[in-house]
């Protein structure tokens, strides 16, 4: 979750220049949608949390000593 909070915080200040370069780039370009900024961090969060937790809660039911006898 570390690293998926950290991508999502660098790759939200990176984003925060690029509606002004776009809107200098192209004509008639506006960006309305400051909701994005809150929404895609939370989704990218959100998805990593379930890829974590559902492998960690299918090891979390392995008894230890059965997966260190099955080594």
Do not use: C, H, Q
Not at 32 to 45: D, F, K, M, N, R
């Amino acid at each position: 979750m570390k690293l998926a909070v950290t991508g999502a915080a660098i790759g939200m200040v990176v984003a925060l220049p690029l509606p002004k370069v776009l809107e200098a780039l192209l004509r008639d370009f506006r960006v309305s949608g400051t909701w994005v900024y809150a929404l895609i961090p939370a989704v990218i969060s959100g998805v990593a949390l379930l890829a974590s937790y559902v492998p960690a809660r299918r090891a979390a039911r392995v008894d230890p000593m059965v997966a260190l006898r099955y080594d």
